[in-house]
């Protein structure tokens, strides 16, 4: 105050004062991580808010003494007041989140009060401060409510800074005459926009502190409508009117975790980030003083399930008689299910009056309910929430879980349960995997919530194939498919293998159920091999037929394999995102028949007489036999068993017209799902040139055939799609890569020995090169160069690859005594690749 005085009195600059303030603010923020490791929470931002109060106070005295000199009035009789808007207004303001001021003013004679209220917000922002702000004179204050609803709830929180105290009281009376006006109208907006927030940012591994469901979004929800309808200024006012002191000690509890998190993270980022994102969590977990990532994490999942439990059904419970619709009540009494519930338009609704029922006499509900897929109000959800279940569980509740399995629509029960938090006391196996994270960037949910998406995605089926599959079962196969679907991973968060563990816990469930012996053998061999048709279709060659036979022998029957399919089906789709594309169901689809056939033959199918079985059909296609005769002959001698095993027969036929008509090259560029590319050339392909060029997008899989007559057919399909503007651009690479001396410069590539496998008896003509390790980009490049440079014919290739990792496969002839020169592979692919800095 000194040094401002100083400069006041020798009349300096603005940009003096400016300086002043920013060097001060500037020095502050230096020492919030300090000062957030010995209060955190609430007590932080409070701390945070409190300092923050003082500086803009003395801005705004320092205005004053600029604008009045030594003769500045009282305070009181400046007819301006400076008020917290928002998070700010409830104390709650991260570190690097919009500061939310109001300014209040009247027009008096006397006072500029324009004048000075410019001079504020010029001294502020070249301060440093980041501010949201809005200027009102008095009486425009209740007409700018009505403009906009976000304007009607930052006022809500309005909090008195400093300025006049007069303008101040004058103030709160407006605000209390926005808060009384349409209340109704007002309340049933912010419960909508809440909905629809809640749809846009899901339970997820990778929550959004602030917006995700049970974020800090929900807790602001709830006091408003608080605010609206009872005028209080703290939630914790309608403790005992409203909620018991155990429920709103266990929300706070929650909610002050959340706050120590997004501060966090403000802290970490130095920027506003209220995404808990993977890379943030080591962090984040070391300066909350938790010892293991992921019980940080679950500690996060399970805050926000307890915020939005308590935020459903104490703002309904609000809510409910103050916008009851007397039209309604009629309907109710004729859609009555029991003293107190009532279904009305798929939707279950009971009475906050209602005695909590015992589990059972619940369950009996939903049991005896026509199969629909069903809505659950908050009244409903607050039964389950508080209903007696008394462990362990009576034959009676596992019987009518198994009932509710044998519904078509078992999503809708689960997700409930899971809401109210007896997810883990119906079915016990999910104590251990309850808000459990998954940090392998490949699940964007945790365990249970995934779980729970699994039976979704069955209950949903889009493939038609796979539908019509799952069609087929019986009804019990189909409550024995929901079943493990359910727990198939519930053997996670143990030391051992997951599907190991998992296929142990699922038996004592499945007795309970009266299952049979051969289905709980059934239950127990897909839960232990749940991940084996994706990691068999994804990563290995699947036209081999030691891979098919040894993968029919972890499956054991055909109606496994089918039960399997499908289960593998669900549980991709329960990971969330677009992982189960196109690509990965030809996959699935290619290894579910090749499997399906080794299983339907008793004697031993070998690649000479799948090959012959695959020639016979194609033979016999009209469109072989119009083909040329010596066309027809050179398809036939195509020497690789592989490009008949993997195409289908009018494809085979497709791809030989195509080659007898390529002079020097051609291709096709196709962008439906994902971006593939046909290649058909008789002049050499820079191929390493050409996947350096496209190395920004990720490659799903590559096919490499020698047809006839010189001409190679090359397929390369990626994971990802472009959009039409650059399809241009990607044809030219496409033309480019028939320059054999073209080469890019890309960073080093690095490959240990020990992330590489060789196998040279893979088959009689092919061996396999397996590489496994970090994703790099323009990997597949140096790859496909370091082979090139070899003189590796490679004949097909599998990419699987996640954010980190990859494990690629390559097939290639044996030729040029490669086999016995191995470690020239090992030489060159770990070599560190001199492609720029």
Sequence with gaps: MLQIEDIIEKNGSDFELSKLFKAYIDEYKTSLPELFTKNQGKDFLVRHTKQLDSIISLMYKTVLRRVFGNYIPMRNSIPIAIVALGSYGREQLCVHSDIDLLIVYEKVDGFNSELIIEKFFYLALDGGLKLGHRVHELKDLFPASNEDITIRTSLMEARFITGSNFAWHATTKELNKIRLYNQKEFIFAKVEEAQIRRKKYPNSMQPNIKESVGGLRDSNLIFWVAHTIYGVTALKDLTQKLFSEEEYRDYRSALELLFRVRSALHLITHKQEDRLLLEHIPEVTRMLGFRNQQKMVTKVLEAQWRISNFTQIFVKKM?????????????????????????????????????????????????????????FDAGFLNQFTYAKISPPLKPKTHMLLKDLLKKRHMYCFLKLFYDAG??????????KVLHLPQFDGYHHYPVDIHSIKCVEALENIQDPFIKELYDEFSEDEKVLLKVVTL????????????????????????????????????CVTLVKQHVTMSSVA????????????????????????????????????????????????????????????????????????KRINIEKR????????????????KLLRVESNLFFFKH??????????????????????????????EIYRRIPLNISYLLAKLSHLDVASMEIFTLFDDVKYFKIEFIENIGSNEIIEVENIVKNAFDMNLHV??????????????DCEHSLTHAEV????????????????????????????????????????????????????????????????????
């Design 538 to 609: 994804f990563k290995q060659n699947i036209h081999n037929e030691k891979t098919l036979y040894k993968f029919m022998s972890s499956v054991q029957d055909i109606k496994n394999l089918k039960l399997l399919y499908v289960l593998t089906y669900a549980d991709i789709n329960g990971v969330g995102g677009d992982v189960y594309n196109s690509f990965n169901s030809k996959l699935l689809y290619d290894l579910y028949t090749s499997a399906l056939e080794v299983a339907q033959n008793l004697g031993r199918i070998t690649d000479a007489t």
């Design 745 to 758: 410069e890309m960073k080093n590539v690095i490959i240990d020995k020990k992330e590489i496998a060789i």
């Design 319 to 375: 809510v409910r008689p103050y916008l009851c619709d007397m039209s309604y009540v009629a309907k109710f009494r004729h859609n009555r299910i029991s003293k107190g519930i009532y279904e009305l338009d798929d939707r279950i609704f009971a009475s906050f009056n209602l005695k909590v029922q015992n589990v059972d006499n619940l369950l009996e509900i939903l049991v005896k309910l026509p199969d629909k897929f069903y809505h």
């Design 648 to 677: 289908t027969p009018i494809d085979i036929i497709k791809i030989a017209k195509k080659a007898k008509e390529t002079k020097e090259y051609d291709y096709s560029i196709h962008v439906d799902g994902s971006l593939s590319i």
């Design 487 to 522: 727990f198939h991973d519930t053997g996670k968060g143990r030391k051992q293998d997951h599907s190991e563990v998992g296929a142990k816990l699922i038996v004592p469930f499945v007795k309970k159920l009266k299952f049979k012996e051969e289905e709980i053998q059934r």
């Design 422 to 431: 007896i997810l883990h006391h119906l079915f016990t196996n999910f104590k």
């Design 618 to 633: 194609v033979q016999k296609l009209p469109e072989f036999l119009q083909l040329p005769k010596l066309l027809q002959t």
């Design 770 to 837: 397996s590489v496994h390790t970090q994703n790099q980009k323009g990997l597949l490049a140096y790859i496909m160069e370091c082979f090139e440079k070899l003189n590796i014919n490679i004949v097909t290739a599998k990419i699987h690859s996640t954010k980190h990792k990859v494990r690629d496969s390559f097939l290639m002839e044996k030729q040029n005594d490669i086999c016995n020169n191995v470690e020239k592979i090992y030489e060159l692919l770990t070599k560190t690749s001199d492609k720029g800095n």
